[in-house]
């Protein structure tokens, strides 16, 4: 009875065993397989923040300029993250389109250094279901204004959560000390030095003002912008600041000034090739 006891309980151990083994197996195998697809993907968003009071469609004409340029066009996605953190799609990423748009704008899009933690936050969820759903394993950030401020914030607490090569970040009139015009250095600033040493090292940044006048883009101090470089100087790859004059470098409408719009075609989009006879 002792030896038929043994056994029974021994089959029944080996079944037991057999049948959480083939979960774990099927997990293994579509992790794997979720692994590799992302590891061969030739997908490259280009992902975009607005900055505050501005919404999803904020870069609409810039997009348009772009594929203006260009015979192979970038699709666009729209993103609306709400406050109840429900995630708002617009559009969609075709299968022949290895370079699009992402735009993500917030439901909550009010100024300050809280808000713009709560927008980094946020978007480190929305940041999360892109990941899952388009398995890139690399993209190129631009933000205008505050969205500088939120791509910055991220990069600082959430991009290591991703198996991701964040390889450009192009940050458009942001006040990286608000409206100070002197050194001052606000909380939000010294903070972002704090904890600049999280930046990806391999990132290649580029700061972008705007001068209406000689020192403001008519919103932004220009030294506010040029705080930046106490961020990445020697934290990153290469950190690069450019300013733009004329007529369209004030603040709003920086996202459409001719000079920014060259200035991604050269340096953020991977697959720009200038036309022929193009200045």
């Known amino acids: 009875m002792k030896n038929k006891g043994a056994i029974f309980f021994s089959g029944l151990i080996l079944i037991l065993t057999i049948l959480l083994a083939i979960p774990t197996y099927r997990y293994t195998k579509k992790s794997s397989e979720q692994m590799a697809r992302r590891y061969n993907s030739r997908l490259s968003p280009v992902i975009m923040i607005p900055g505050s009071s501005a919404t999803e469609n904020r870069f609409d004409g810039m997009v ?3 594929n203006s340029e260009q015979p192979k066009k970038h699709g666009l996605l729209k993103i609306k993250v709400m406050n109840s953190g429900k995630i708002k799609f617009k559009g969609k990423i075709s299968a022949r389109d290895t370079e699009p748009v992402i735009v993500v ?3 909550n899009n009010h100024d300050g250094y809280s808000n713009i933690k709560k927008q980094a936050r946020m978007f480190n969820k929305c940041f999360a279901q892109l990941y ?4 890139f394993n690399n993209c190129k950030c631009i933000g205008h204004s505050n969205g500088g401020l939120v791509w910055t ?3 600082e607490n959430y991009a290591k959560n991703y198996d991701v090569s964040f390889k450009k970040l192009m940050t458009i009139g942001s006040p990286y000390n608000f ?3 002197s050194m001052k250095k606000s909380q939000m600033l010294s903070d972002f030095i704090k904890y600049s040493y999280r930046l990806p090292d391999n990132l290649i940044v580029y700061s972008v003002a705007g001068t209406e006048t000689y020192t403001s883009d008519g919103l932004v101090p220009e030294k ?3 705080a930046g470089k106490y961020i990445f100087q020697g934290k990153v790859k290469s950190f690069t600041q450019i300013t733009v004059t004329g007529n369209e470098a004030r603040h709003s409408d920086l996202p459409e000034n001719i000079q920014i719009v060259d200035l ?3 340096y953020m989009l991977d697959g720009f090739k200038r036309q022929p006879g193009a200045s």
């Open 264 to 266: 991604i075609q050269k």
């Open 105 to 107: 704008g917030f439901e």
């Open 64 to 66: 348009a300029q772009l």
């Open 153 to 155: 914030c991220f990069l």
């Open 179 to 181: 409206s100070e015009q």
């Open 224 to 226: 506010s912008v040029e």
């Open 132 to 135: 899952e759903r388009y398995e």
